[in-house]
């Protein structure tokens, strides 16, 4: 089962008390935005086998939205952290990258 920790609250929860919310780092566009963008930002998301950013939301505790890393291969999870950061930390990129030699960080340039 996979156990994350809510970094609000500190809480470890079992994925029975979260509800995933997708893709993290989303660059988001709304009005004024070209038709490709629009589309891009509605269907177009990364499915990878390895490392991945995903929100999480803690449901059945504070009910505050949060960002994890895991390996979707292995639900190894190798950190959270609230999603009103843009980017995780050096210290959870240098962690998956010791993990998975050969991962290269993408920077993704858009909103938390």
């Given at each position: 089962m996979l156990t994350l920790t809510?970094?609000?609250?500190?809480v470890q929860a079992d994925e029975t008390e979260l509800s995933a919310g997708g893709e993290a780092h989303l660059k988001?566009?709304?009005?004024?935005?070209?038709e490709e963008e629009l589309e891009g930002y509605l269907f177009a998301r990364?499915?990878?086998k390895g490392p991945h950013f995903e929100r999480w939301r803690h449901?059945?505790?504070?009910?505050?939205?949060f960002l994890a890393a895991r390996d979707?291969?292995?639900n190894q999870v190798?950190?959270?952290?609230?999603?009103s950061e843009a980017q995780?930390?050096?210290?959870?990129?240098?962690?998956?990258?010791?993990?998975r030699p050969g991962w290269m960080w993408?920077?993704?340039?858009g909103e938390a």
């Open positions: 809510c970094p609000h609250c500190g988001r566009f709304g009005p004024g935005s070209s990364e499915n990878p449901a059945y505790g504070c009910g505050k939205w979707t291969a292995t190798f950190g959270t952290y609230p999603a995780p930390a050096d210290t959870l990129r240098d962690l998956v990258t010791a993990s993408r920077d993704f340039g």
